[in-house]
């Protein structure tokens, strides 16, 4: 059985769930196995759930039987039991921890093993984030977020698990990407042709040549859906010095919003490569950095020589609109959204011009 002598140390489900497995790679019954190892079903479903003990005699019979060496048996059962005697003397911040932590919709994006399983589940989530313990966590990320240049709202504190989830998230997904060294005036560069892609409505299109774009200035791209009380649409995040990654959360799924939020990030690398990471969301406070990188992704998408144009352009004036786009190589839904933002047409007008996208997508 080729996977039985991958020890993890974390693992929390009893050892009759490997074989479990084991009985399924062999095609074989449950019946046949208890035949096996000359023991009764009774006694072998309880070995599947952890009630029966794995003492020195049935790790010999099991390693006869498997293939797999009776100290791994052994060691299975010493790690389950000690893991087991962890969770149960869990102090009551560390299930606060678990409990504060987005594990329904970590599940539902595949990011940790679905379970229902309190100990299976925080050491899922201690392995999602790399960390031993809940206090590593904290030492990490809460010092992280907490040093953030900017804060989403006085209820920022109280989404940190959800914050540090998608951030991480970000990094996993990046993790094995290739990129060039960090070269800031590579990446001013090729503004023009990040801003080229905006008129491209398929993000199965786009997206990679986005990515490619980016790696070659040394800027790495991760999309990462928000988990529920995760209000960030976007992150400048510093992974190491010269290594930044822009995180987006395609919360609104419409290309004007894709696109500022994009533009405003690529911003904050250019303009204040001092902080280490930078939040974003529609309940933030505009701090000075944040008009910074507002005014530079507005300046992108529509530069200043046709701001005076732009003004003149209304709701009813739909060819206008288009023939304007067109002129200054955007999409029709970027001149919308700015035209929402200035607040020269109603939110509720013109909606659809802009490109709608799905989760399908990426």
Partial sequence: MSNLSSFNANWVSPP??????????????????????????PFLKNLFKGSTIIDPDLA?????????????WLTREEQYRENLKKVSLLKDDES?????????DMAN????????????KLFSCLDYFGVASVDEWRSKYT?????????????????QESIASWLRQGEIQVSNHYCSPWDKNKLIEKIPDL????????????????????????VLLAIVRSPQHCPASGAAYWLAENRPLIIMSFKYLTDDHFWFTFFHEVGHLILHTDYSLILESNESNVSNIEKEA??????????????????????????????FAKKI???????????????IISSSLLNKLKTRYSWANF
């Fill in 16 to 41: 009759g769930s490997t074989l479990l497995d084991f009985i399924d790679e062999q095609g074989i019954t449950v019946n046949q196995f208890a035949n096996q190892i000359d023991c009764t079903v």
């Fill in 60 to 72: 010999s019979i099991l390693g006869d039987i498997t293939g797999v060496p009776s100290k791994f």
């Fill in 96 to 104: 606060d921890w678990l409990s504060n932590l987005p594990t329904a």
């Fill in 109 to 120: 994006f595949g990011w940790i093993e679905k379970t229902t399983n309190k100990a299976k």
């Fill in 143 to 159: 010092y992280m977020i907490g040093e953030t240049a900017f804060r989403i709202s006085d209820k920022f504190s109280h989404k």
């Fill in 195 to 218: 801003r080229a892609l905006t008129t491209d409505s398929d993000p199965i299109s786009f997206i990679p040549k986005l990515r490619a774009l980016l790696a070659d200035c040394g």
């Fill in 294 to 323: 507002n005014d530079y992704a507005e300046d992108i998408l529509i530069p200043k020589i046709y701001q005076k144009e732009l003004l003149k352009l209304n709701s009813k004036d739909l060819r206008g609109i288009l023939k």
């Fill in 329 to 343: 190589g955007v999409s029709k839904g970027i001149v919308v959204g700015q035209l929402q933002h200035k607040s």
